[in-house]
């Protein structure tokens, strides 16, 4: 098999001072790819952030990397980080929206100015990035743009309702996004990662079980390579363990329409509706619906 490299692409990686953000960028570098490395600045004036610090390694190790530490919660952070990529590398082939935020309150105790706030970084910050980027990736015919999404996003969590809002629309976004750049050599996709990080962390979870973001950035590479081939898909990565996640609806019920249904109808079925069987997905919304009618 033909060695994945990144000779002379460029990557912007939001959220890249640490975690997995930082393992992103490192693997990317060392395999070839100029890298804007992204990370707001929270250390002290005069005190070296984190961007910079990955930036060091990246040097050190012979790569080229810049650091950017615009924050993905302000509107105007795309567009800036773009111009940067812009300025430093002449060229955006990758954009790879890591940056975000965790939750740990339960809706009744979360205020609605801290659920936007979460909801603004985790969702809005990725669509500002990558609206940015999106007309020069459709101009050259060439892109990959990944998210990071989260089991939260795909099946909920107690405890983090604007978390898990943010990173279900991720992937509802995602999905659009893909049917619509498909066909001009950009490939958009969704990875939800389970790795040791300092968000983990102050989960509160059992994290024993866990391992490093290293082994959740080879599948980040592939997704930012040619050679991908996926598009419009959302990932597992974690431990070693690598797969897929989609939705799917069951078989159903086909009631009588020759009549009028009644909520009685339904509750007579409602096993039948609710059953996890015959499991189908489908690749647009459209699709779905012309299920429904065959059915």
């Not at 790569?63 to 300025?87: D, I, K, P, T």
């Not at 892109?143 to 795909?154: C, D, E, M």
């Not at 405890?159 to 893909?178: E, Q, V």
């Not at 069987?277 to 619906?289: E, K, L």
Request: hydrophobic share 45%; net charge positive.
């Amino acid at each position: 098999m033909e060695p994945i490299r990144f000779d002379g692409r460029v990557a912007l990686v939001t959220g890249a001072g640490k975690g997995l953000g930082r393992a992103y960028a490192l693997l990317l570098a060392r395999r070839g790819a100029r890298v804007l490395v992204n990370n707001r600045k929270r250390e002290p004036a005069g005190e070296k952030g984190s961007a910079d610090r990955v930036v060091d390694e990246i040097r050190a190790a012979g790569g080229v990397a810049v650091a950017n530490y615009e924050n993905v919660e302000n509107a105007e952070a795309g567009e800036r980080m773009f111009q940067a990529a812009l300025e430093h590398f002449g060229r955006l082939h990758i954009v790879i929206n890591n940056a975000g935020v965790d939750q740990h309150s339960a809706l009744h105790n979360t205020s609605l100015e801290e659920f936007e706030r979460v909801f603004s970084i985790n969702f809005f910050g990725s669509l500002h990035v990558t609206k940015a980027a999106l007309p020069l990736l459709r101009e050259q015919g060439y892109g990959r743009i990944v998210f990071s999404t989260s089991s939260a996003g795909l099946y909920g969590l107690h405890g983090l309702t604007a978390y898990s809002a943010s990173k279900g629309a991720i992937i509802a976004f995602m999905r659009a996004l893909a049917q619509e750049c498909g066909r001009r050599g950009i490939r958009v996709n969704a990875v939800a990662p389970y790795a040791l990080t300092p968000m983990t962390e102050r989960q509160g979870v059992d994290t024993s079980q866990l391992h490093g973001p290293e082994l959740v950035a080879p599948l980040v590479a592939w997704l930012a390579s040619e050679q991908c081939t996926a598009n419009g898909e959302t990932f597992i990565a974690g431990s070693g363990h690598f797969g897929r996640a989609w939705a799917v609806e069951n078989a159903g019920v086909k009631l009588p329409i020759d009549k009028p249904i009644t909520p009685e109808d339904v509750a007579a079925r409602i096993a039948e509706i609710r059953a996890e069987t015959a499991p189908r997905g489908y690749p647009d919304a459209v699709a779905s619906f012309l299920g429904i009618k065959r059915a």
